[in-house]
């Protein structure tokens, strides 16, 4: 019984959050969007229009810090498991931008592939070129 109550717990906060993201998405595309082309807001900076990918995706969380102080072994210890994309070593071993995202099955996207897929909220890095998307990979797994 308790778990059925989770389950429809778990679908009605799902309804409701789809709710506020579609209401966010189409408040931007009404009301927002065509004040930026009034007022030529693209001229003033990189931002593009947002699209679907940036109003689905889940919050990011940004690590940074100097090599071997344990932001790999943090990502491992959240997500609660081991993944190829997330090495840890003796000698610095993650030398590249991370994105890790949930998805029913395990792969690794390189960078100039994720920024050009449409499922993603990475197009805007595009512009930071190839030696940055060489060094930036999606990592996506299913991890809670």
Known sequence: ??????????ERDHRQ???V????????????LPMEK????????????LTDPFFRAKPMVLL??????GK???IRYLLGREHRGLRVGPEPTTDRFIAVMHSEH??????????????KPFSGLEKYGVD??????CVEMNAP
């Open 106 to 119: 395990d792969r690794v996207i390189p960078g100039n592939a994720a920024v050009v897929a449409s499922d």
């Open 72 to 74: 790999t072994s943090f």
């Open 1 to 10: 019984q308790e778990r059925r109550m989770n389950r429809d717990d778990d």
């Open 132 to 137: 940055f998307l060489n060094k930036f990979e």
């Open 21 to 32: 993201i579609e209401s966010l998405r189409v408040l931007y595309n009404t009301k927002i």
């Open 64 to 69: 940074l810090g100097q090599y071997s102080v």
């Open 38 to 49: 009034t007022y030529w807001f693209s001229d003033f900076t990189t931002v593009q229009k």
């Open 17 to 19: 959050t789809e709710s």
